[in-house]
């Protein structure tokens, strides 16, 4: 019943803050956004649909599903779908975390940080956002990955799979293929007992491992060479490498101390917001170090550094500004973060 215990607060937290969402109907969207794919084989689909502005062909298929006889967009069903993928990776947060080297005491407070983390918000609550599917997918692969780790083949297809299906969902899935390679190689779970340091497990695959790997390699070099050459509106997202975007995204990292500063942070400038709030991210980074816990501090900080590119470097800030759904994929690792800090605070009984 304790392993039943925690899964279930965890589904009764997500389901209290967001089922109210299931009655909040169309947000911003224009009805013919969703029924893109009506009508289109699977290879305009796939290769040829030149109507949207981004890559997203399993997103298509998905909304297309919520759209009714009459026409009608179907909401709720949109919201409910948002709400079951969100909860997914709710649940399998903690499970991946351990495949990637985490002990069990940081991984569950990490999944309960993201499960009550306050800028997921606007990626579950809105139903049109990615995010919740892309994260639930790319932790199912990096979950799987773990299990063919321990000598079952099967599981290396069900990652593979699983991380073909969110790279079609959004490209942002795309870095997830380093964790789900590393939680391959390790091939083990962590000790509880003692603290491990970064080189004591660095891995020494196997060939069947290091066959699974060039795999998950050859899946994301395939789709970066279709998402390159398909046709697609490039006019919408603007130019990149704006300090504001920069400040904006760092601040949903360190939120609880950029929420405490709110005052004396506002006259700041978004280069000294930005560099503030690195710092604090480096700082609970290094807090891990030092407490023996490299291997979580580093899968935490290429997360971050890994989700925060994209849109520094390819969005504007009046897209980005409209709200911290971006943020969303880069939300566990700000979980590892601050549920590192709980841990240390907290003891384990």
């Known amino acids: 019943w304790r392993r039943l215990a925690w899964p279930a607060l965890l589904i009764a937290l997500t389901l209290a803050l967001y089922t109210p969402s299931l009655g909040y109907g169309l ?20 290769f040829g649909l030149k109507t949207y502005q981004f890559y997203r062909p399993f997103s298509l298929l998905l909304n297309q599903q919520f759209i009714a006889a009459d026409g009608r967009v179907l909401a709720g069903a949109a919201h409910a779908a948002q709400l079951a993928a969100h909860l997914a990776a709710v649940l399998l947060l903690a ?17 309960l940080a993201f499960a009550l983390y306050p800028m997921a918000f606007q990626a579950v609550a809105w139903q049109a956002p990615q995010g919740p599917w892309i994260l639930s997918l790319s932790l199912a692969a990096i979950v799987a990955a773990g299990r063919f780790a321990r000598g079952n083949a099967v599981w290396g297809l069900v990652s ?13 899935a795309l870095p997830f293929s380093a964790f789900i390679a590393w939680a391959a190689m390790r091939g083990r779970e962590t000790r509880e007992g003692g603290r491990e340091s970064l080189d004591s497990l660095i891995p020494r695959p196997s060939t069947r491992t290091l066959l699974f790997t060039a795999a998950i390699g050859a899946v994301a070099l395939l789709y970066l060479a279709i998402w390159l050459n398909v046709p697609r509106d490039a006019n919408v997202t603007g130019e990149g490498r704006d300090a504001r975007v920069l400040a904006y995204v760092l601040q949903a990292v360190a939120w ?15 280069q000294m917001l930005a560099l503030a709030f690195g710092g604090v991210v ?43 759904r ?24």
């Open 326 to 349: 971006l943020t969303y994929v880069m939300a566990p690792a700000v979980a590892v973060l601050w549920a590192g800090l709980a841990a240390w605070l907290l003891p384990r009984a």
């Open 282 to 324: 480096l700082a609970l980074s290094a807090a891990l170090a030092v407490r023996r816990e490299a291997v979580a501090a580093a899968i935490s900080l290429s997360w971050i550094v890994f989700a925060l590119l994209p849109p520094w470097l390819g969005l504007s800030w009046e897209y980005v500004s409209y709200g911290e």
């Open 27 to 46: 947000i911003w969207d224009d009805p013919r956004w969703y029924g893109q794919a009506a009508g289109r084989s699977l290879e305009q689909l796939f």
């Open 160 to 172: 593979a799979l699983a991380f073909a299906a969110a790279l079609l969902f959004q490209e942002s």
């Open 256 to 270: 609880p101390v950029a929420r405490a500063l709110a005052g004396p942070l506002a006259a700041w400038t978004p």
């Open 95 to 111: 499970p991946a975390l351990r495949a990637l080297g985490l002990k069990r005491w940081h991984a569950d407070l990490s999944a």
